[in-house]
């Protein structure tokens, strides 16, 4: 069987990018990551270039957004993101809430 494959949208900041790719990759899934947000680009991928595969798509942009988690047809089990929502995606008078959804109910 092949391994699960995991989109990760948004790459975690700094040194905490390959503490996250060690545990996806020890768990057994193949990485797809997002380098939109990654500072280093090079250094990432003359690190992890051997275990994980790159893109780089602006995961704002939904037709973007769905040709990389489609990717040609071979697709991804899993998409990881830490992205959330923006203040101006929610309804008027909400907030953003815990970096991933709207709040409850309006902003406070």
Do not use: I, Y
């Not at 989109?7 to 899934?29: F, M, T, Y």
């Not at 797809?32 to 991928?45: C, E, K, M, P, S």
Request: proline share 6%.
């Amino acid at each position: 069987m092949e391994p699960f494959r995991v989109l990760l949208v948004d790459a975690a900041p700094g040194p905490l990018l390959g503490r996250e790719l060690e545990r996806l990759l020890g768990h057994g899934l193949a990485v797809t990551l997002n380098l939109r947000r990654v500072t280093d680009r090079a250094a990432v991928r003359a690190e992890w270039g051997d275990r994980v595969e790159f893109t780089d798509f602006d995961p704002f942009d939904e037709a973007a957004l769905l040709a990389g988690a489609v990717r040609d047809g071979l697709g991804h089990h899993a998409v990881k993101s830490r992205a959330g929502r923006s203040a101006h995606s929610c309804p008027a008078g909400w907030g953003p809430s815990a970096g991933a959804r709207c709040a409850a109910g309006p902003a406070r």
